[in-house]
């Protein structure tokens, strides 16, 4: 329906252009985009080494609260047990040594203290950079999961626009529509229908145009109306909104269907102004001309899926 690649295919390859260059989804094979069971997989694994690094910065603390307890501690009985008025010189020889040891094994373990405090404190600095930077991976993998998850959704919708055109040719009891709630049946035919048309159908746009054939996609031939940014499009004849979206090449479109498979297309707009399932009559105000160097309308009538030469309609 569009030339080239498909919009699904274009929607993956910016996929693939999004993933491809974020080098924390190291795992997933060049050139393409991650699955989501990869990314999730990263995102398990990430999540896993932050809690656990976090739970180690946790015993970290507590280790040095405990350690510089110890070392007030340790340090207050030892200025105490240092002062001379406390030594026992009473008690001879023996209680001397007893509190010369004493004093050595306080100031040893006051040493051994500072140290180790000093390795908790290096140590708490090394994990604190390792969990700011498993956080970065983390938050790096949910941004991953977000754009996967729009990518998805990008996709979806895209699957969505396509189903829905292609059903607004459909032949049924009912015209299946894109954004409508429940079914719509299709417009009731004037006398003639919209075939009496042909060789006096109205032009969709005002005043003088410079008109050429067109195509978009691969489906048949259209004509291109020149017209100035933001000039009203107006429906050709009384009818039903079938489909009211932006659609691949075609860009913003608007379906018309006129009863007895007749449908026009209005494409290359720049707003839409009526809701899918709206009765509209012949002249009503269907969008605008889009703006800037595009500023032209496309044109199409189809009959049923097959589009048909829109010429011959307008008689020219």
């Known amino acids: 329906m569009s030339r080239g690649r498909s919009p699904l295919a274009r929607i993956a390859l910016v996929g693939v252009a999004l993933f491809g260059s974020r080098a924390v989804l190291a795992d997933a094979a060049p050139g393409r985009a ?7 997989r990263l995102r398990k694994s990430a999540d896993k080494d932050e809690q656990g690094l976090a739970r180690r910065l946790d015993q970290l603390r507590d280790d040095a609260k405990l350690t510089d307890q110890r070392i007030l501690w340790r340090g207050r009985l030892y200025v105490r ?16 040594v007893d509190h010369a040891a004493r004093l050595e094994r306080l100031h040893h373990g006051l040493e051994l203290d500072v140290a180790h405090a ?7 600095v090394t994990f604190a950079k ?10 790096t993998l949910d941004e991953e999961e977000r754009v996967l998850a729009r990518a998805e959704d990008a996709l979806r919708s895209a699957e969505e626009r396509e189903r829905a055109f292609a059903q607004a040719f459909e032949m049924g009891g009912h015209t299946a529509v894109y954004g409508a709630v429940g079914p719509a049946e299709p417009a009731t ?3 003639g229908g919209f075939a009496a ?14 008109i050429r054939a067109a195509r978009r996609g691969s489906e048949g031939p259209g004509l291109e109306m020149k017209a100035a940014p933001g000039t009203p499009v107006r429906a050709v004849a009384a009818g039903r909104v079938a489909f009211a979206d932006t659609y691949a090449d075609y860009g913003k479109t608007i379906i018309v269907e006129h009863g007895r498979r007749y449908y026009t297309v209005c494409a290359n707009l720049g707003s839409i102004d009526v809701a899918v399932g709206d009765e509209v009559s012949p002249g009503e105000r269907l969008g605008s001309v889009s703006g800037g160097d595009g500023a032209k309308l496309y044109f199409e009538v189809r009959v049923g899926k097959e589009t048909v030469d829109p010429s011959p309609w307008f008689g020219i």
Not at 34 to 40: G, H, I, R, W
Not at 82 to 96: C, I, M, N, T
Not at 118 to 124: D, G, M, N
């Open 34 to 40: 991650p699955s989501a069971d990869e990314v999730a």
């Open 81 to 96: 047990l240092s002062r001379a008025g406390l030594l026992p010189v009473g008690d001879g020889f023996e209680a001397l």
């Open 118 to 124: 000093k390795a908790v404190a290096a140590e708490r």
């Open 130 to 139: 390792k969990l700011d930077e498993a956080r970065a991976r983390t938050a």
């Open 189 to 191: 035919a004037t006398a």
């Open 197 to 210: 048309l042909k060789g006096r159908l109205p032009f969709p746009i005002a005043g003088r145009s410079e």
